[in-house]
């Protein structure tokens, strides 16, 4: 039973374009979400975040938006760099419980 | 501030060996939790300890075990591995001060585990 779901595995974008992760999840419970980076052989790194209070979250060149009627969370980085050619795992958590669920991921390749 | 230190960083086992994986999470930090990155099945919770305590678990066969130490080191112990067990386990570890809201959790390199 996949709660949290991100239906593409790979991402390809232009540098300087705006790159748009998408993430679907089926448990109405998930009160908080995340996005994470990670490359390899090192462990998955915060990126941002959003309670399911609010609907936007922004930092820096990432902003995350939440649609809880649609159960649709998605990462927008913008402009996107070399850099941030990654894997990018979206995951959600029902507050004090600790337990991140994880979506597949999807590998993003900014191409210069 | 060290991050989090997992060892060791590669193993390769046989089906039907143990194995213990260790995690020293950020000092002062008193959560650990474990997680299982396999291709199929992506990144699967597995426990979270506090205070020497499993405070959660995951799905997960009772073959997957761990423990926590008073100086919140943590290890987690697969017996009677199976080819599928074959996956990065990723450690986390978390302040876990603020109940009711969740608290970031910063992730080790992971370890490496191929069962032959």
């Not at chain 2, 799905?59 to 423990?67: A, E, H, V």
């Amino acid at each position: 039973d996949q709660q949290v779901k991100q239906n593409s595995p790979s991402l390809s974008v232009q540098e300087g374009r705006i790159s748009i992760l998408n993430c679907d999840y089926t448990n109405s419970m998930f009160d908080y979400f995340l996005w994470y980076k990670k490359y390899p052989a090192e462990g998955p790194t915060f990126l941002i975040s959003i309670s399911s209070i609010k609907d936007k979250n922004e930092d820096g060149r990432f902003t995350v938006f939440l649609n809880k009627s649609a159960k649709h969370l998605s990462l927008h980085i913008v402009p996107s760099q070399p850099g941030d050619s990654a894997v990018y795992f979206c995951a959600a958590i029902v507050q004090g419980a600790q337990k991140l669920v994880f979506g597949q991921g999807t590998r993003l390749t900014i191409n210069p | 501030k060290a991050g989090v230190t997992q060892t060791p960083r590669y193993l390769i086992k046989t089906r039907g060996q143990q194995v213990t994986l260790s995690c020293s999470p950020i000092s002062g930090h008193r959560s650990v939790s474990w997680y299982q990155q396999t291709p199929g099945q992506g990144l699967q919770f597995l426990f979270e300890y506090f205070s020497e305590t499993q405070r959660n678990k995951g799905n997960f066969p009772g073959r997957f075990s761990g423990r926590q130490f008073s100086n919140s080191r943590s290890e987690m112990n697969v017996s009677t591995l199976e080819l599928g067990d074959s996956a990065l386990y990723l450690c986390a570890s978390s302040p876990r001060v603020t109940s009711g809201l969740y608290n970031e959790q910063f992730f080790g390199p992971g370890t490496r585990l191929t069962v032959l």
